[in-house]
């Protein structure tokens, strides 16, 4: 009796496990750019590839005062409301990257609607443009809104693998950078709009303004390596 009451939680053990394996869409198979394309565009920009199963984004690095972007890119087969996101990044010294959600096209850019997941090397940014950054500015900061909790964040130097995940949903958004949890906020509540209206988005009134959209990478003119992008709906 008892060994078949062990088998029965076993087996109920491994479904859970199937299940929550069967619920993650996998964004990146480490193949191809399948999926993929450029933010109002129709195909993959050249410089996005698939090297050694990464999605890399292959470039020379830029400065802050010389970097244009432009070539940001939506996995676009499917928008997304309440969801979890996990992906791995790493970055060379002073890299900058970041990732959008919400995302809806006939913008300049992604970060002119949508929020943003800060993908940085803190020091080596800082080190490289000889400025010093806000805390709103460092990685795994929801970006000029909500400041990551520096005294948790455990940041891998340049060249190291980082791994991310952003739990959003109506009623709460928590933001993670290896396994701590850094920040969390309640999307549009009072305390968001007071954020939204600080005056740091009056060049792009529409911040904001969607609730569902596509998961976005940001080309920032410095390489950026992705790896294990997988998203799970709410």
Not at 1 to 15: A, D, E, P, T
Not at 97 to 118: D, H, K, L, R, T
Not at 176 to 186: A, D, R, S, T
Request: net charge negative; proline share 4%; charged share 30%.
């Amino acid at each position: 009796m008892r060994f078949k009451l062990y088998y029965l939680l076993f087996i109920l053990v491994i479904g859970c496990n199937t299940n929550n394996n069967r619920d993650w869409i996998y964004l990146f198979d480490g193949k191809s750019t399948d999926g993929w394309r450029a933010y109002n565009g129709e195909t993959i920009p050249e410089k996005w590839a698939v090297i050694d199963g990464n999605l890399t984004f292959n470039t020379d690095l830029k400065l802050e005062k010389d970097w244009k972007g432009g070539e940001d890119i939506i996995y676009h087969k499917e928008q997304f409301e309440s969801f979890e996101l996990y992906l791995e990044w790493k970055l060379p010294k002073g890299g900058n990257s970041g990732v959008f959600y919400n995302v809806q096209e006939g913008y300049e850019v992604p970060y002119a609607v949508s929020p943003e997941y800060q993908i940085l090397d803190d020091n080596g940014w800082e080190e490289l443009n000889n400025a010093k950054l806000e805390s709103w500015q460092k990685a795994g900061a929801d970006y000029a809104m909500y400041e990551p909790d520096l005294s948790k964040k455990k940041l891998n130097p340049a060249g190291q693998w980082n791994n991310s995940r952003i739990i959003y949903t109506p009623e709460k958004a928590q933001y993670f950078l290896n396994g701590e949890l850094l920040l969390e906020f309640v999307p549009f509540s009072e305390d968001w709009y007071e954020r939204r209206n600080s005056g740091r988005w009056d060049e792009f009134p529409d911040y904001g303004k969607y609730k569902k959209g596509y998961i976005a990478l940001q080309d920032h003119d410095t390489p950026i390596w992705f790896k294990n992008i997988k998203i799970k709906k709410l």
